[in-house]
């Protein structure tokens, strides 16, 4: 009963990660700082105290602005940046502590897939070697299954194995696509950051891209961290999106209830001017302004500035993210207001 | 935005039955410049004349039991008093020309080859191994870099060769030491470029060693500029070595390469004897006109910017 | 800007200090210089002395250290040869050789740039063709070569120009310059020319892939749907892209041309500082090759420098304080 | 009227004592005149100095012209003989000074104006040729002048042919007319000349008419300039030998190696019957005509006739391999060996051309030979060091007779007494070295001769050195003039007259 | 609305390109016209011509590409084989253009100033004066703040959606007839992009000006336009009102656009998929260019389809239109 009630850990858990990127000065710039000139350290903090638990087999969706810090917190994910604080927990295990050869047999197991087909594959190999060099590097499977394996990898990511030994340049945008997904799913993994997988694609690929993810994830017990600035996409994939502004991450809730009703005024202004289908003649509304530089954020809660129902605590100090009840969480002072009312 | 023109689509068309590697797509283009393709001829010639040219020489010109310096400034046709004849003429120590420009070729290439290949393995080494590491590493690596280039390559060569003396390899360690920075600063920007791009990002994503990272994925990438600078470099080198020879320094008189017969027969030009130095001097022309329009249509085709 | 100032200040400093010490080891390691100065009627006792005097006998450090303390002190020593001081010698001589260099300069920009365009604009074109063709010959060519070409075309067969020497001069400010008097100007002429072949190639081909490049972009297109003229479109946006590349390019080869002076000197006879570090090295006058490539670098330096600030000025996408070098 | 001349060797200073050196001490003629001058046969005639004679064997006596007039018009007396006397070994930085030409002078005694006697410790034989070899100048402007003075014009002061006017190092120096010279007057009242250190340059600048007059006319291009009919040529014969120097001393030599290119201990060139095979091998007139295109005369000593000291009895080494093939065998080299020669490629007339010829001569009769050219920057030092086994070099006796080159090639080397200071082939012979000592000491001009005579063939029979040949200079002027070629290689606007 | 010639009328347009590989026939007979103050979205996959279809109206067609046919009447005129000097002064002036990249449509190394200035004084005799204060009000128009420092700022001082105004605002400057805005919030993120739609939006109602919105995202179209032409390889193969297509669209192109789009009631479930992808524009065969992907082709769309109008107001170039579901 117990043991029932205390569910295994969840795949993956981010505990307060931050990441800085810091733009030293050399020495030149230190004694110029020092006569007076305009040069400072350059502080970004791409990602801010942000913490995520993501279950087996859940896709959660991450959405915001440009800049605001998806990328940073898919590749910390992904193992590609290490976070300048805070822990990443796969399966309840720190990863940060995990001896060598299970670190490296994690980093196997959690993949990505990038927004860029054209970047994202080495123009110099064929198809063969991008997907099949890391399985035999890695032991996964012997040189010799190697052309059954591709075949099959290829194949479930609908693509046609009699063309693996031609190059990237040869295919179209979503059919590289496809290989970068075939790449990834050729190490095992269980775990996918998608980073605006789909985004430079054209709608009708886009379709399939979106389809081949979702056939994917059934088919090999997938968890996946959708990162994309469409909420339109991620509201067709995702289970439970979290809003990220300016490296926080301002709410978190399943899907459906977020999209029924936002509660962080970000949200709720994202929310609306997501262009749809149905809203035609629209009257657009927007917000004001533009995200600010992450160079020097609003102090406070970073939205203040833009956000219409800002009131006088907002200026002084971030709201903290707070659980308001079932998964949802959300980092608005106005929260505590109603909860005081209501309470 | 990438505009697609209807000449690569047919290419790339992943549905067609055509399967066009990258070499293969590569020399297509490059055969889009018939000048170019004549410049490659004339290069290939100029190669096999060089790695033939004991076979093709009537004489070993820089054999000097061979020459006879009373055959010495013969002109073009005349026959010498062992019974070879010069089609080009001789020089003042009796050398046929001909056999002299053949040797001299090899001179030229391979002391331009020779120097652009060594400088192009140190130059190349170092800036790939600043790029990757970046940090300290790279300032250190890059400020040599620019120290080298600001100094002009003549000069450099010039004090060079005054301290080192002559020689074959005195002069490939001059140019190495002039040229090594290019490449250095070449490989780097575009390593530095190619290091951030997602592929290489999947690769680190799927736990591959460093080693495979940097010579697998990140130096196959900066090749091609890298092969536009070798050419360009190789040319760079004979010219430069034509010039150092000219002014007396670089390479022992009796082994002449190129550069050495003309800055010999430079004297007597005025004298009309103009075949000790004129039929050099084209030989010298053709490979460097040649290695750079071949260079040129490379850039052409190996810039992205400028490829549809 | 300070902050780029103090890099490029104690970067330079130290490229100096390494340049000369390293110059230094060079030519102590070539020979002693006293062997060529001497008459070789000299005997033992004379060469001793004149080695004493010249401090030739003191052991190199110490040499280097007197140097160097002298050099903090602006004088560089010298010349074995001239007994004048090696920066005198060397100042004399470089009004001559920055004249030619800026002549050459002056003839691949004004040559080099409108050619370039037209040969970027029009690149299938047989005007296009030709101009890249003769740039590629340009490009090719050693500079030796056509220098003792153009002598014996210009000056022996046709006799229209001057084979060497500097011709008249009248001074400007006190500096000698040629170019102002028809006979400098014919002397000039072909050493300049000579020695701006391979910048004006240089200078055709940098214009003329910044133009086909800049004709591709989406701006030149938007200029254009503006309404603004072809000129205009030509003569503004595309020409202020492309002086981007030709400015730093060509600031930073106006180094290589005062050094490729040496070669086009040496053949014209042109009295300049290129001629005098052949001699120099020719006759081991150490102080003068160490003062000449001090000079050359500092040249360079503040030649860097000012093309490094005019790029800032051209591409306001450029900060000097990001500039590493 | 202006004369234009274009010179290959500029010099480094004006002033006339700063640096012995040809061009400086061939420009300083144009403004200082000497005590003794030289003619273009290096014979000495009356300067500065009308007559000159032994006192005793230890005292010189000059008498001085009178009536000159140094060029700021003030007058010439023997104050200013002894002022230079005093100046010229003394100069600051000198890298070369004329202290060599004036060491034997113990002590000058002035008798009067016009008269001015030199004392010295030994008898000294060379003493009129020595004072042919530096400027006089004016005690007046020159006291305290330095070498800047002298370059800036300041102190050029001379009582000679022509008035200094200025000097731009690289460039040119301008001379005018001393209308008032006590001697011949030149027929230029300008004088403008350029240093052209490249020889095409300097030849296309004398058909381009930039110049009047060149020096140092590439041997290659003579031919040519005689077919022209814009130009004359003028010729002599050179007091500059070339000649190979032997390593005749060790056992050891660096570049002597066995016929595979390997070290050898033993040296074979201390062998005369190897050096001799060596000198027979060598065709000189081969070189002559093919190398140096007629422009030279094969040498079979240290002077070429003509010149004061010859031998009668040393001939040209004739052309003979066979001869030289069967030398070598007899010596015990029949199989040959392997040897470097070494040789300046920018001092001499062809110098890297005739290393060259002569290498191809030594192989063909089994002596394998490589070459070594290189700037004499390099070659010199490197040759003092004692680098070499078998080199190329040249000799102008700057005093035109064999005492010179006899005691700094062939006399044994001794740094006290500054003998052998250019020895580099380390050449000894106990004969010889006591036949030059004794002639430098003595006066009497027929004995003088006879000893310096025997010590030329001690060493030429000996091989110290193998002499090649004599550079003949060749000048080339406008149509319309005539030069009077010089021996000593010297370019004066003085000897520059309007054909007949 | 008045029944006034329209102010763009393109009949039967057609633009190749004439490369070595043989002809690609970008645009390939479109018709359509755009009415005073009506906002025409033209959309259409990556490379189905939408872009050339806008440069062909502005004679601003890159170098192997050639008008071949049709005519484009510009309130009254024939702007095809017009001179370049009239050509001119329609550009900028009567017809203005915005692109899709606000990165590269303004020159990095000129000031903003400088970029407005010279479009107004290419077709006005003004002093710089005059015309820097018009420039002033167009960016105020476009809600910049304090447009006067503005205007002496560079493009790369400016965010994205900044750098999109400044477009719009120099394609305001002359008070067009008609604005051409190829995909100019593509590169935009969503709350920028709806600045951007707002501010269009607010011009054509303000001004009566024309627009031609090309993108590829039916979604922006849908909240924008009056009017939508859908275009499969270099052909217009739907056109009608914005509600009746979207709602009831009869091509099976359109269908399948409109299905493959992520939308609230079919999340989760597969979206509607096009298979296979945009073809050649070099090989296009003689037929319908769709029957590759099409479910409902069969022999006869071997042959090329005619446009039909199946209602109203409607038009549509299909042998078997949806047009039961209706
Ligand atoms: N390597 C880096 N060095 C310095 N700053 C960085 C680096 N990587 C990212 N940043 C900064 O961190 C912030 C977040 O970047 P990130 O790429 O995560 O944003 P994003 O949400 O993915 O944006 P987009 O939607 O444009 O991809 C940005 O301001 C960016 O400038
Ligand atoms: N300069 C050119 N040369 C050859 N073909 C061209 C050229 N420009 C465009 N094309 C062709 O014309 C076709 C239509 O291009 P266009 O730019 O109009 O597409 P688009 O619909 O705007 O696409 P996107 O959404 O990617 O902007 C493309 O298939 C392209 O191959
Ligand atoms: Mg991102
Ligand atoms: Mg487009």
Redesign the pocket.
């Known amino acids: 009963m117990i043991v029932a009630q205390n569910p295994s850990p969840p795949i993956l858990e981010l505990r307060g990660i931050s ?1 800085r ?1 810091l ?1 030293e000065l050399d020495f030149a710039g230190r004694m110029a700082e020092r006569l007076g000139a305009d040069i400072h350290e350059e502080l ?1 903090h ?2 801010d105290n942000v913490s995520l638990k993501i279950q087996q087999g859940q896709v959660v969706g991450l959405a ?12 910390i994910v992904a193992g590609i940046l290490d976070p300048s604080e805070g822990q990443v927990f796969y399966r309840g295990q720190d990863v940060a502590l995990m001896p060598a050869a299970q670190a490296q047999a994690t980093a196997l197991k959690i993949q990505m897939i990038f ?1 860029d087909p054209f970047a994202s594959l080495n123009p110099r190999m064929r198809v063969q070697d991008i997907i099949g060099e890391a399985p035999v590097v890695h032991g996964i499977i012997s040189r010799k299954e190697r052309e059954d394996y591709l075949d099959e990898i290829m194949l479930s990511c609908g693509l046609d194995p009699s063309y693996k030994r031609r190059y990237p340049h040869q295919f179209s945008g979503g059919q590289r696509q496809r290989i970068g997904i075939a790449r990834a799913l050729a190490v095992k993994p269980e775990f996918i950051v998608c ?2 997988s789909v985004a430079a694609l054209d709608v009708s690929i886009q379709a399939q891209i979106l389809n081949l993810f979702i056939e994917l994830r059934e088919k090999f017990n997938l968890t996946y961290l959708f ?1 994309s ?1 469409d909420l339109g996409v991620i509201e067709h994939i995702s289970d439970h999106i979290a809003i ?1 502004y300016l ?1 926080r991450i301002v709410e978190s809730a399943p899907s459906e209830a977020l999209f029924e009703n936002p509660n962080h005024p970000y949200t709720d202004a994202l929310l609306r001017e997501v262009p749809r289908l149905e809203n035609r003649h629209a009257e657009f509304a927007p917000i004001r302004g533009e995200v600010p ?3 020097a954020p609003p102090a406070g809660c970073h939205f203040h500035p833009r956000c219409p129902r800002a009131f006088d605590p907002c200026a002084k100090s971030a709201p903290q993210l707070v659980t308001l009840g079932g998964e949802r969480q959300s980092a608005c002072f106005l929260n505590d207001i109603s909860m005081s009312k209501n309470g | 935005m990438k505009i697609e023109t209807g000449f690569e689509q047919e290419i790339s068309d992943p549905l067609g039955k055509k399967e066009i590697s990258p070499l293969r797509r590569f020399i297509s283009d490059f055969c889009e410049s018939k000048v170019a393709v004549v410049g490659l001829s004339i290069i290939c010639v100029i190669i096999l004349i060089a790695i033939f040219a004991p076979l093709l020489s009537v004489q070993d010109p820089y054999d000097l039991a061979q020459l006879d310096i009373m055959d010495g400034r013969l002109p073009p046709g005349e026959v010498s008093g062992t019974g070879i004849t010069f089609w080009l003429g001789s020089d003042d120590q009796g050398r046929d020309m001909l056999s002299g420009i053949f040797y001299g070729l090899r001179t030229s290439l391979g002391v331009g080859a020779m120097s652009a290949f060594i400088a192009l393995i140190i130059g190349s080494s170092l800036g790939l191994t600043a790029a990757y590491f970046g940090g300290r590493i790279d300032s250190l690596i890059m400020r040599i870099v620019d120290i080298q280039l600001s100094f002009p390559a003549v000069l450099v060569a010039l004090v060079l060769l005054a301290i080192l003396g002559k020689g074959v390899d005195k002069i490939i360690i001059a140019l190495v030491a002039v040229q090594w920075a290019y490449y250095a600063r070449t490989v780097r920007g575009t390593a530095l470029v190619e290091r951030r791009k997602e592929y290489m990002e999947a690769a680190r994503c799927l736990a591959l060693s460093h080693s495979r990272l940097v010579f697998r994925h990140l130096l196959p990438n900066c090749m091609p500029p890298l092969i536009v600078v070798v050419t360009v470099q190789v040319a760079h080198a004979i010219a430069l070595e034509a010039t150092l020879s000219f002014l007396g320094i670089g390479l022992p008189v009796t082994e002449p390469s190129l550069g050495l017969l003309i800055a010999n027969g430079f004297e007597y030009m005025l004298s009309g004897r103009y075949w000790i130095s004129f039929f050099p001097g084209i030989a010298l022309l053709l490979t460097i006109v040649s290695i750079n329009l071949v260079g040129d249509q490379l850039r052409d085709v190996l810039n992205p910017r400028l490829q549809s | 800007m300070i902050a780029f100032l103090i890099r490029r200040l104690t970067q330079s400093g130290l490229v100096l200090l390494v340049m000369s010490l390293l110059v230094f080891i060079g030519v102590f390691a070539i020979g002693n210089p006293v062997d060529i100065l001497i008459n070789p009627d000299a005997d033992q006792e004379e060469i001793e002395r004149a080695i004493k005097a010249l401090g030739l006998d003191k052991p190199m450090w110490e040499q280097y250290w007197i140097f160097l303390v002298n050099a903090l002190q602006g004088d560089l020593g010298r010349s074995f040869v001239f007994n004048i001081p090696a920066l005198q010698l060397i100042w004399q001589r470089m009004p001559a050789t920055l004249e030619l260099a800026g002549f050459a300069m002056f003839l691949s920009i004004f040559l080099g740039i409108p050619l370039g365009m037209i040969a970027g604009l029009k690149p299938d074109s047989w005007v296009g063709r030709t101009i890249m063709s003769g740039s590629i010959l340009g490009f090719s060519l050693p500079t030796f070569w056509v220098g003792l070409m153009m002598i014996l075309l210009f000056a022996v067969y046709l006799g229209w120009l001057p084979a060497s020497g500097r011709g008249e001069t009248v001074d400007v400010f006190g500096v000698p310059v040629s170019f102002l008097t028809l006979n400098g100007l014919s002397h000039i002429l072909l050493p300049a020319i000579n020695l701006a072949l391979f910048k004006l190639s240089l200078t055709i081909r940098l214009a003329r892939a910044g133009t086909r490049e800049a004709m591709l972009m989406d701006y030149v297109k938007f200029a254009r749907a503006k309404g603004l003229s072809n000129a205009r479109v030509i003569m503004v946006h595309v020409f202020k892209n492309i002086m981007i590349p030709v400015v730093t390019v060509l600031g930073l080869e106006l180094g290589n041309v005062i050094a490729f002076s040496v070669v086009t000197e040496t053949i014209f006879s042109w009295p300049g500082m290129g001629k005098l570090i052949i001699d120099s090295i020719n006759v081991l006058d150490r102080p003068v090759i160490v003062a000449y490539l001090l000079m050359t670098v500092s040249m360079f330096i503040v030649i860097n420098l000012v093309v490094d600030i005019i790029y800032s000025m051209l591409d306001p996408r450029v900060r000097l304080g990001d500039m590493k070098s | 009227q202006t004369l234009k001349i274009g010179l290959k060797s500029e010099p480094s200073s004006m002033d006339p004592h700063y640096h012995n050196l040809t061009p400086n001490n061939m420009m300083a003629l144009y403004v200082f005149d000497r005590l003794i001058l030289q003619d273009e046969k290096q014979n000495l005639k009356p300067g500065l100095a009308v007559s000159w004679n032994n006192v005793d064997e230890l005292t010189w006596e000059f008498k001085l012209r009178s009536g000159v007039k140094w060029h700021d018009g003030s007058d010439f007396s023997a104050d200013d003989v002894a002022f230079t006397i005093g100046r010229a070994p003394n100069v600051p930085n000198s890298p070369s000074s004329l202290g060599r030409y004036i060491k034997q002078i113990k002590s000058v005694e002035i008798i009067d104006p016009l008269t001015i006697r030199l004392k010295t410790e030994k008898p000294f034989p060379l003493m009129p040729t020595y004072m042919s070899t530096f400027g006089i100048v004016s005690k007046k402007t020159g006291t305290g002048a330095s070498t800047e003075d002298y370059n800036s014009g300041k102190a050029m002061n001379g009582t000679g042919p022509f008035k200094f006017v200025e000097f731009v190092p690289g460039d040119r120096i301008v001379y005018k007319r001393n209308d008032n010279y006590w001697g011949e007057k030149p027929n230029w009242s300008d004088v403008i000349v350029k240093p052209l250190s490249n020889n095409s340059a300097r030849v296309a600048a004398l058909l381009a008419g930039v110049v009047d007059m060149i020096d140092f006319v590439p041997t290659s291009d003579i031919e040519i300039l005689k077919k022209n009919d814009k130009v004359s040529i003028s010729q002599t014969v050179s007091n500059r030998v070339i000649y190979m120097h032997i390593d005749t001393a060790r056992d050891k030599s660096p570049f002597v190696t066995d016929v595979n290119g390997n070290p050898m201990d033993k040296n074979p060139l201390k062998d005369l019957r190897v050096r001799k095979a060596m000198s027979m091998a060598i065709n000189r007139k081969g070189i002559v005509e093919k190398v140096m295109e007629g422009v030279a005369i094969p040498a079979g000593q240290l002077l070429p006739d003509g010149f004061f000291a010859i031998s009668p009895n040393l001939k040209v080494e004739p052309y003979n391999p066979e001869g030289a093939k069967a030398l070598l065998k007899e010596a015990g080299w029949g199989d040959g060996f392997g040897l470097t020669i070494q040789g300046p490629n920018n001092r001499y007339v062809n110098d890297a051309k005739i290393v060259q010829a002569i290498a191809q001569m030594l192989t063909r009769v089994g002596i394998k030979s490589k070459v070594d050219t290189m700037p004499k920057n390099v070659f010199f030092p490197r040759g003092s060091k004692l680098e070499f086994s078998f080199m190329l070099v040249g000799w102008g006796a700057g005093s035109g007779e064999p005492s010179s080159p006899l005691g700094a090639l062939l006399h044994t080397y001794d740094k006290s007494q500054g003998f052998g200071s250019s020895n580099r082939g380390r050449f000894s012979n106990a004969d010889l070295d006591a036949k030059l000592e004794q002639a430098l000491a003595t006066v009497d001009r027929e004995k003088h001769k006879n000893l310096l005579i025997e010590a030329t063939e001690i060493g030429i029979n000996n091989l110290g050195i193998i002499p090649l040949h004599f550079q003949v200079n060749t000048w080339a002027v406008r149509k319309g003039l005539v030069y009077n070629a010089r021996t000593d290689e010297q370019t004066l606007a003085m000897g520059v007259k309007p054909a007949p | 609305m008045s029944q006034s010639q329209p102010t763009l009328q393109i009949e039967d347009l057609k633009t190749h390109f004439l490369t070595k590989a043989g002809d690609v026939k970008a645009v390939d007979g479109i018709s359509f016209n755009v009415n005073k103050g009506e906002v025409l979205g033209l959309v259409g996959e990556s490379g189905c011509g939408k872009s050339v279809t806008g440069f062909s109206i502005m004679g601003l067609i890159d170098h192997p590409g050639k008008i071949v046919g049709g005519r484009i009447i510009f309130n009254g005129t024939d702007l095809v084989g017009l001179a370049e000097t009239e050509m001119r002064k329609i550009r900028g002036r009567k017809i203005a253009l915005i692109f899709q990249d606000p990165m590269m449509t303004l020159n990095p190394v000129l000031r903003i100033d400088t970029q407005m200035i010279e479009a107004i004084q290419a077709h006005e005799n003004v002093s710089r004066k005059v015309a820097r204060l018009r420039a002033r009000d167009a960016l105020g128009q476009v809600g910049i703040p304090s447009p006067d420092e503005r205007l002496r700022a560079y493009p790369h001082q400016f965010s994205g959606g900044m750098r999109q105004r400044v477009a719009i605002a120099i394609a305001l400057l002359n008070k067009p007839d008609l604005i051409i805005a190829d995909e100019p919030t593509t590169a935009l ?1 969503v709350t920028i992009q709806a600045q951007i739609l707002y501010e269009a939006q607010k011009l054509c109602r303000d001004t009566g000006t024309a627009m031609i919105w090309i993108t590829h995202d039916l979604t922006v179209v849908a909240g924008l336009a009056d009017r939508i032409c859908v275009m499969y390889a270099g052909r217009i193969v739907e056109k009608g009102g914005i509600d009746e297509v979207l709602d009831d669209p009869f091509h099976p192109y359109t269908y399948g656009l409109i299905g493959s789009v992520p939308s609230r009631n079919k999340r989760g479930s597969p979206l509607y998929q096009i298979p296979g992808m945009t073809p050649s524009l070099l090989k296009l065969g003689s037929g319908c260019a769709f029957r590759e992907r099409c479910s409902r082709a069969d022999e006869a769309c071997k042959n090329m389809p005619q446009a039909t109008k199946p209602k109203p107001g409607r038009e549509v170039r299909c042998f078997h239109p949806h047009l039961e579901t209706s």
Do not use: N, Y
Not at chain 1, 64 to 75: F, P
């Open positions: 990441k990127f733009k970004v791409a990602v915001g602005e440009s800049g605001c810090g998806k990328s940073t917190l898919g590749r927004q980073d605006e990162i600035h990220m490296g530089s992450p160079l | 993120d």
